[in-house]
């Protein structure tokens, strides 16, 4: 199966502070998805973008198909953005995930 | 729109018994539907897809006689953990993929925590 990396695997931030978090996968790609994984264990859909760049608030992401890596961006960090941001890619109709950064907003 | 619940939402029970649990797609049809499984502090493993009307396909590595997979409709999956022993305490999250435009994505339910004694 495809293999998901991603860095940094942990990541504490001041609140307003901006970041970002890198997935790299090893094939080409149907879809590639960024989860976002609250306290309760949901996983929330943040972003589906197999390739190109999308924005939502103050989230965005990009991915670059032909390099085999997907970046997401949070600016103007707040603390109910803590928690855990998972990548997961898709090939043979599967997904599979990256082993998630765990990001710490302190106030 | 694409909302996935599970049922229950946590369960605790003894050694020996068996444990099913409900995910249905609440908005949309899913021909397909996905089980993984998450231990503490640890990333998603696929355990199995589930496809509507047919027998489930397993991962390498989970026994298809523990974990019994029915997808009998479009907005139902069920997970049946037999004879639950206490290392198959764990969270287990389960997905649908998505239908039209949004075929291409999985949606995720709240999981169920499975505590076996």
């Known amino acids: 199966g495809i293999q998901v990396e991603q860095s940094p695997p942990d990541l504490i931030l001041q609140e307003g502070a901006n970041s970002t978090l890198r997935c790299n996968f090893s094939?080409?790609?149907?879809?590639l998805q960024w989860f976002h994984q609250n306290p309760w264990g949901q996983l929330i859909n943040l972003f589906y973008i197999p390739s190109g760049t999308k924005q939502n608030g103050r989230l965005s992401a990009t991915t670059v198909a032909t390099e085999r890596y997907s970046l997401l961006y949070i600016s103007s960090s707040q603390t109910t953005d803590s928690g855990v941001y998972f990548c997961a890619a898709e090939n043979d109709y599967k997904l599979s995930f990256g082993a998630g950064t765990t990001v710490t907003v302190r106030a | 729109g694409a909302v996935v619940s599970q049922h229950p939402s946590w369960v605790i029970c003894k050694s020996g018994t068996s444990v099913k649990i409900e995910c249905r797609s609440l908005d949309f049809q899913a021909t397909t539907m996905f089980w993984y499984r998450q231990f503490p502090k640890q990333s998603l493993m696929l355990m199995a897809t589930s496809n509507e009307g047919s027998k489930a396909t397993y991962e390498q590595g989970v026994e298809k006689d523990k974990f019994l997979i029915n997808h009998a409709s479009l907005t139902l999956s069920t997970l049946t953990v037999t004879s639950a022993h206490p290392e198959d305490s764990s969270f287990y999250i389960c997905?649908?993929?998505?239908?039209?435009?949004?075929?291409?994505?999985?949606?995720f339910g709240p999981g169920t925590r499975l505590t076996v004694l």
């Open positions: 094939d080409s790609v149907n879809n």
């Open positions: 997905s649908a993929r998505g239908d039209g435009r949004r075929y291409n994505e999985q949606f």
